[in-house]
Structures are given as C-alpha cells and as structure tokens.
C-alpha cells in the first residue's frame, strides 16, 4: 500500500521560509516521477515542481522559479519543498504526488496535502 504524508506546512509571513517534506511509503521515490502540486483558495489544482528519474534538470512552474527547490533523499525515501520568499499568491494546500509506472500502465497517488498560508 502507498502512502504519501507531506509535513511542514503551517502560517508564515511574506517573505519567510518553509520547507515542506513528504514521506512516502509502498513505493520509492527514485524510481517514481515525484511531484508537488498546490491548490488555492478558489483555484484549481496546479503543478509546482517536479523530479523526474529520467531527467536530472526538476522542473517548476513559472512562478517559483527560483524560489523553490525540490529535493529528494533516497536514504529517507523522502521528497522536500524549499520554499523561499513566499508570497500571498502562494498560499495553498500543497500535495505531494508520485508516479510510477507498472506493466504500461501509470499509477498516481496523492498524499493528504498541508495547508501553506502566507499572510502578515
């Protein structure tokens, strides 16, 4: 059974640091396309950031380039969200995503997301 716990959210001012971490579980990290996607208030599920095991460049949306960072610990078969310089636009709830894929077919599962709020 796969199971995706994201930590680290919480209440922060713009500007400030949060580092968000998923644990997974049933599946490992390296050998899935892991991903952080985010949901606004009012907004429709976005993707954020992205490792892949096939490429070596991550990939992030526009708006965060630069300021996040997603990083991955093979050891802890963890998946981390740096997020520096936050701003209200980006709060959300963050979900931590992973894929992999079986026999030709994709798998996706979702962790129960953690609630980012930017405000002063």
């Known amino acids: 059974q796969v199971q995706l716990v994201e930590s680290g959210g919480g209440l922060i001012e713009p500007g400030g640091s949060l580092n968000l971490a998923c644990e997974a579980s049933g599946i490992t990290v390296s050998s899935a396309t892991m991903k952080w996607y985010r949901q606004g208030p009012g907004k429709e599920r976005e993707l954020v950031a992205m490792y892949t095991m096939v490429t070596s460049s991550p990939y992030y949306k526009d708006s965060v380039e630069g300021r996040f960072t997603i990083s991955r610990d093979d050891a802890k078969n963890m998946v981390f969200l740096q997020m520096n310089d936050l701003k209200p636009e980006d709060t959300a709830v963050y979900y931590c995503?992973?894929?992999?894929?079986?026999?030709?077919?994709?798998?996706?599962?979702w962790g129960q997301g953690t609630q980012v709020t930017v405000s002063a």
């Open positions: 995503n992973a894929v992999r894929v079986a026999s030709g077919r994709e798998y996706a599962y």
